[in-house]
């Protein structure tokens, strides 16, 4: 079952009232929205995903504790107007995590794992038109090897890149584990002892399929538009990319622009609507209760004024 990482903390820095109005960006199988929604007895949960699977469990699990919540079938993206469309313009709270779930990394055919056989896939959302497999066999070998060091961070792109296009001159990568076997040749015998050698590839193509950078970019800035006064915004990053855009923006939207830092009186319309309020890890014991959580983080900002 899918453990939900840093619920503690998430539920501690939402600092929850009975009558919040919470927005819950990445609902998948529900356990943070779960908790979430059994203390806003008289506020209301909005819940977006993407994956008609996951909305269809949850949709089964939160209504087993209260009714004044809503999923959304929608990418965070438009957070806006699926809030517009609502008559909702501020709330109270809002949670990123941008974890891969359990279930669609455990389910074969969903294509996110490295660890088991499927068609190469990786979509968040089933009705997006570009799939890994399409990536692996159609981009040049330019294009793999931008993304295999944009968003993998990969030292051996290149080499990976120019592997998978010969290969695919005689037959198309069709799975998962082929293209495993592919990087794995790819890269150095140390290399492959160190970590999974298909990791950062499969991160890699994962944020290509779904626009993961680009979404959340625009997805965080829209969301500091929506927090309330007093609000706050909490996002959980598993890897330094998706992690240094949140700090990035947070921090933009947190100090006075340096331009006038000096000034003696700073009027009120140049000071910062946001304060970081923490920056936080799992414990020791989460990580050993869940590998998952090893590589997350949270940041959380608040609105001020």
């Not at 009714?67 to 809002?94: A, H, T």
């Not at 896939?121 to 799939?131: G, Q």
């Not at 949140?246 to 000096?262: G, H, L, P, R, Y």
Request: net charge neutral; charged share 35%.
């Amino acid at each position: 079952m899918h453990k939900s990482v840093l619920l503690d903390e998430v539920i501690k820095y939402l600092d929850l009232k009975e009558e919040s109005v919470i927005v819950d960006c990445t609902l998948g199988y529900g356990g943070h929205s779960s908790e979430i929604l059994k203390r806003i007895k008289r506020g209301f949960l909005f819940a977006l995903d993407q994956d008609k699977e996951a909305i269809i469990y949850s949709d089964q699990r939160l209504g087993e504790i209260a009714s004044n919540y809503e999923i959304i079938n929608s990418n965070f993206i438009d957070i806006d107007d699926v809030l517009k469309d609502r008559d909702v313009f501020k709330v109270n709270g809002i949670l990123f995590d941008l974890g891969v779930s359990s279930p669609q990394l455990d389910e074969a055919n969903r294509g996110f794992s490295f660890h088991k056989d499927a068609i190469l896939d990786m979509r968040m959302d089933r009705d997006n038109p570009l799939t890994a497999y399409r990536i692996v066999n159609e981009y040049s070998k330019e294009d793999l090897t931008l993304i295999f060091k944009k968003y993998g961070e990969e030292k051996f792109a290149s080499k990976i890149a120019d592997s998978i296009v010969k290969y695919r001159i005689d037959k198309p990568i069709n799975t998962t584990l082929e293209l495993v076997d592919i990087i794995k040749n790819s890269v150095s015998e140390k290399y492959r002892r160190e970590k999974h050698p298909a990791r950062k590839v499969f991160q890699a193509l994962r944020i290509e399929v779904n626009d993961e950078l680009n979404v959340l970019e625009k997805s965080l800035r829209k969301a500091l538009d929506l927090i309330d006064v007093n609000g706050r915004i909490l996002v959980i990053t598993f890897h330094s990319l998706e992690d240094r855009i949140c700090k990035n923006i947070f921090n933009e939207v947190s100090k006075v622009d340096k331009n006038i830092s000096k000034l003696p009186i700073i009027p009120k319309e140049y000071m910062p609507r946001f304060k970081v309020i923490a920056n936080v890890v799992p414990s020791k014991e989460e990580i050993d209760n869940n590998k998952r959580a090893r590589s997350a983080r949270l940041r959380v900002i608040e609105r001020i004024w």
